[in-house]
């Protein structure tokens, strides 16, 4: 498949997991694609394994600078830009009655804030035709005990892209959410063990978790034409998770 031939992408949380495995796909089909991230050493692994069309930049989504640095990359060595996956994400279980200020700023700073200006920045190299995809989570509609602001951060993002369809009529640059379920990246599988992964597909009426590559290949979809149609959507790949 080459439906994205000759095209240049951004994937913040590039390295491993999701945004890894989106990244595999685009260069498969034809992309020439940025990672973004904090660990150096999973960039630098990230990109041995994609080879020559991929590039990695280090930094947070969180640092304006780093974005700045990361754009100017893009800017120097491609001139533009017509695939943002704003991807960065984190969260962590804090039981209600235990949440902390650090707790909420450390989840918005990333989830939130760092896909406002992963996207903002963005907009200067883009031009009509455009994809901006933003991950969401079946989190952001179900909501998940002990994730007040995980899925709180992930509910904000459904209406970023709602909001931003909006603010970009008239440009031809489309934005839509990307909502995975429990998906079996290596950090899932280090932290639940296998019964833990058993339990979660459990919940699914598939029966099982997600593999990475299965986000991926609808990343690859909203990042192309055969979405052109398609702004301020959801497509939930959570094997019913949310929809039931």
Do not use: C
């Not at 931003?164 to 009529?169: P, S």
């Amino acid at each position: 498949m080459t439906r994205l031939n000759g095209k240049t992408a951004v994937i913040t949380g590039g390295a491993t997991g999701i945004g890894f495995a989106a990244a595999k796909r685009f260069i498969e089909e034809g992309a020439f694609v940025f990672i973004f991230g904090r660990r150096q050493e999973a960039l630098d692994a990230a990109v041995a394994d994609l080879g020559p069309n991929a590039r990695a930049v280090k930094g947070s989504v969180s640092d304006e600078a780093d974005l700045d640095r990361l754009y100017a990359a893009v800017k120097t060595e491609r001139g533009t830009l017509d695939i943002v996956f704003a991807n960065a994400g984190t969260g962590s279980p804090v039981p209600l009655g235990q949440i902390t200020a650090k707790h909420i700023d450390e989840t918005f700073d990333t989830n939130v804030k760092g896909t406002i200006f992963t996207v903002q920045k963005a907009l200067q190299l883009m031009s009509p035709g455009g994809s901006i995809i933003l991950t969401g989570s079946s989190a952001g509609t179900t909501g998940a005990p002990g994730f007040t602001a995980y899925s709180a951060s992930k509910a904000a993002v459904r209406n970023l892209a709602k909001t931003w369809a909006e603010d970009l009529k008239g440009t031809g640059i489309r934005v839509n959410v990307l909502s995975p379920g429990a998906t079996a990246t290596e950090l899932a599988k280090e932290a639940l063990g296998e019964e833990g992964q058993k339990a979660y597909g459990a919940m699914t009426p598939l029966q099982r978790m997600a593999d990475p590559s299965e986000i991926g290949a609808a990343a690859a979809f909203l990042a192309s034409s055969d979405s052109s149609f398609m702004t301020a959507s959801e497509v939930a790949v959570d094997g019913g998770l949310a929809q039931l």
